[in-house]
């Protein structure tokens, strides 16, 4: 049953109202979901889940003024189709982390599996660790912060939004973006189909600094390259026919 307890000292879990934790160890998600509706529908925004034990699919299509807190690691597509919440993964988040985001805020402390942020049209997503493979795949708006090394194919299709990466990308990295930004702060395999190095503005430095700082991450502003989408396979042309089949 939840049962109320003092506010966490973390200020990223700070809010109003008292906090409603729900004991996830012998609930099924079903139940675990329904709980966390429940406490939302009674005027309880601040919730805390513990001993989530990996589970799947929690805290999905949250909305606005939800705070959700994970103490733990969550398992596949954490926190999908929210809708304004601000969630916090008190650990790792297996694949879908945060997949088809309406807006607000997901912050995973650890490390995230395949996909994280696929799809999301607003709002931030912050990886503290690592991604693997496909972060920020086919996503239509949004920020994606990664404090540390991404997976091969990050950034593939994106359509618009940006992705700040901090530490090294796999190969693949900004592969037939459409349109869309990786900032890009270690080194890289190759290069994803029509990816191309574009000069960084102090616009852009402005908004790597103001991310960095916002969410505690440190690096150096001044070491990210900037990639962009070459636009050649906005429209098919017989001479780049190449790199349409490198892109299928």
């Not at 109320?4 to 979901?33: M, W």
């Not at 708006?141 to 299709?157: C, I, S």
């Amino acid at each position: 049953m939840p049962v109320e307890s003092p506010p966490p000292e973390s200020p990223r879990s700070a809010g109003p109202g008292p906090e409603i934790v729900i004991d996830c160890a012998d609930l099924p998600t079903r139940a675990i979901n329904q709980a966390v509706r429940d406490a939302v529908s009674a005027g309880r925004a601040r919730i805390r889940l513990v001993r989530p034990a990996a589970r799947h699919n929690l805290g999905v299509a949250l909305p606005e003024g939800v705070e959700l807190t994970i103490d733990g690691s969550a398992g596949y597509y954490a926190a999908g189709l929210n809708d304004g919440a601000t969630v916090i993964v008190r650990g790792g988040a297996g694949w879908g982390a945060a997949e088809s985001m309406r807006d607000g805020t997901v912050v995973i402390e650890g490390d995230a599996g395949n996909a994280v942020a696929a799809s999301i049209r607003a709002g931030t997503v912050v990886v503290r660790g690592d991604a693997s493979t496909r972060a920020g795949i086919a996503m239509k708006g949004g920020l994606l912060v990664v404090g540390g090394r991404v997976g091969p194919m990050a950034g593939f299709m994106m359509q618009k939004g940006a992705m700040i990466v901090c530490g090294d990308a796999g190969d693949g990295v900004a592969d037939s973006m459409y349109a869309g930004t990786v900032f890009l702060g270690g080194r890289h395999g190759e290069l994803g189909a029509d990816a191309v190095f574009e000069e960084i503005t102090p616009a852009d430095r402005e908004l790597i600094a103001s991310a960095l700082e916002r969410w505690e991450i440190a690096a150096r502003p001044e070491g990210f390259r900037k990639l962009v989408a070459g636009k050649r396979l906005w429209n098919f042309e017989r001479s780049d026919r190449q790199l349409w089949k490198s892109a299928l």
